[in-house]
């Protein structure tokens, strides 16, 4: 072995491939949570043996194929020179296919099993059942292949001794010593025969938990992206970068699904509070990713790990705020659990779209907060003549544009922006980001507003008129802004403003975003 495929779940010598198949545990619930609820290990043993049989089925549709293709590099037109890298590529990856026919036959939807059974995720009692699952997934698939192997012939370099102090082997010996003795005599068909990937884009499919992990969240809120300007936008959120966002609540498949055999009405629209209260009655109450008790969920880990020959790809989901010395302890007793791999996730580590709704209520009754009068902003109602000032870059469109951002006490007081162009706009030097936004007069009595900067040596460079070097019609939007900023509008309000704007000019619509 010198790697693992990118997820963790098969460890690789070089040229071998990574084959997965997983299983729908939740689908072998007989009358899901009720409490008749039971496990079909006849019809799982079934399906395994079938699963692994289609998987040694796919190694063969993979040799055809790599014959196919070192079948055309020996016909192309080019010298053996040229070829030969490529074909001694696939000479290696043939040979690697055919000694060892590795397969990855897993599962899916662990988390919902647990729940569908009527157990919570990381209690002993559920770590026992599921031990006992994978138990019967082993004995099955390694079952399977000692068949194939007596019908088709056992992997090239199959030899029982070599692997008779394994402890995976061992394990069988003890539970199937018939499987074992069966298994010296012809051999098996497949090196390894087991896995559990994290199934992210199955389990979507299946509308399941995924690998072994627990659910995410029974209920979630996610965004979509909106355009503010579309009839009936509703805008719950604006990006760094200025895009829309409406945030909707999600539910777990399985979770309406626990509604539905309970006889909770579906279809009404729950308050929060209602909603913290029908997962606290479910039996994914205190089972969640961010829930359930770390080290328990790596010693389940590990203890299911007992019964899979390649590993098992698994995240454990710490709050933003651990320490190191969790995370540390969390490692070694993945170590000591028997885990072949672990990944820590710590929430906020990573940006994305999925937020968190809160379930937890205040236990204490908070203080009523005083009401205070309204204030008015303090506005300087005459503009100094000269005002500080960041040069802002961004991309409207596929045009380059430029912002000049006055600054009163710190808060942005106007602003001036426009295309960088030399004849229709402004272009300055990249190195510029700071300068002063200067009120002259005319001598008609006019006024306008120049933009002045220091370059590296020193010297001062003014730049006249920068409300005429810009689009009239951008100008009348820049005041628009000039104008609520000075009144010190929160930003994220300003931006609210913009976003509501009804603008139909598509280069105005991206200019907001800027």
Same mark, same amino acid.
């Given at each position: ?264 009405? /579906? !279809?009404? %629209?729950?308050?929060?509070? #209602?909603? @913290? ?8 109450? +205190?089972?969640? &990713? ?89 506005? /300087? !109602?005459? %503009?100094?003549?000269?005002? #500080?000032? @960041? ?8 045009? +380059?544009?430029? &912002? ?111």
């Amino acid at each position: 072995t010198v790697s693992t495929n990118p997820c963790g779940e098969i460890p690789l010598c070089p040229y071998d491939s990574c084959r997965l198949l997983s299983i729908n545990l939740f689908s072998y619930v007989v009358n899901p949570f009720t409490k008749e609820a039971y496990f079909d290990y006849d019809l799982f043993r079934k399906h395994v043996a079938l699963a692994q049989r289609i998987m040694d089925d796919i190694v063969d549709l993979e040799m055809e194929k790599i014959d196919l293709i070192m079948d055309k590099i020996r016909k192309d037109p080019q010298s053996q020179e040229v070829k030969s890298a490529e074909y001694h590529l696939w000479e290696k990856i043939q040979d690697k296919s055919s000694k060892g026919r590795r397969t990855g036959v897993g599962i899916t939807a662990e988390g919902d099993m647990i729940a569908a059974m009527g157990l919570r995720y990381g209690t002993q009692e559920a770590t026992d059942f599921s031990v006992n699952v994978h138990k019967t997934l082993a004995l099955a698939a390694y079952g399977s292949s000692v068949v194939m192997a007596k019908e088709r012939g056992a992997f090239g370099v199959y030899d029982a001794k070599r692997e008779e102090n394994n402890p995976f082997i061992k394990r069988i010996k003890e539970a199937a010593p018939e499987l074992y003795e069966d298994m010296k005599k012809y051999g098996r068909r497949n090196i390894a025969c087991l896995t559990i990937a994290p199934t992210g884009t199955t389990s979507l499919m299946t509308q399941t938990t995924s690998g072994i992990e627990p659910v995410f969240l029974p209920v979630y809120k996610r965004r979509r992206k909106v355009n503010p300007g579309d009839q009936g936008a509703h805008v719950d959120f604006v990006d760094e970068v200025g895009d829309s966002f409406e945030e909707y609540i999600v539910y777990h498949k399985k979770f309406l699904e626990w509604m539905k055999i309970n006889g909770i009405d /579906t !279809e009404k %629209r729950y308050t929060q509070e #209602e909603i @913290d209260s029908l997962v606290e009655k479910s039996p994914y109450y +205190k089972a969640t &990713a961010n829930d359930v008790d770390w080290l328990m969920k790596v010693r389940m880990q590990g203890a299911i790990q007992k019964w899979v020959d390649h590993s098992i790809s698994v995240t454990v989901n710490l709050p933003n705020d651990v320490d190191e010395e969790l995370v540390n302890r969390l490692y070694v007793e993945a170590w000591r659990s028997g885990c072949k791999g672990c990944t820590i996730y710590r929430d906020g580590s990573r940006s994305g779209v999925m937020i968190q709704v809160n379930e937890k209520k205040k236990k204490t009754e908070e203080k009523p907060v005083e009401v205070v009068p309204c204030k008015h902003p303090e506005v /300087t !109602e005459v %503009r100094p003549q000269t005002l #500080e000032c @960041d040069v802002v870059r961004f991309q409207n469109n596929k045009e +380059k544009w430029v &912002a000049f951002v006055g600054l009163l006490d710190g808060y942005p007081y106007e602003i001036f922006t426009g295309l960088q162009d030399d004849e229709e706009g402004i272009m300055l030097p990249k190195s510029v980001t700071k300068g002063k936004i200067i009120k002259q007069v005319n001598e008609n009595g006019t006024k306008r507003y120049d933009f002045q900067f220091e370059n590296k040596r020193g010297y001062k460079t003014t730049v006249e008129g920068l409300s005429e070097k810009f689009n009239p019609e951008y100008w009348n939007y820049a005041k628009l802004i000039s104008g609520v900023l000075r009144y010190r509008m929160p930003i994220d309000h300003v931006i609210k403003l913009v976003s509501s704007l009804q603008l139909k000019s598509e280069s105005i619509n991206t200019w907001k975003n800027g």
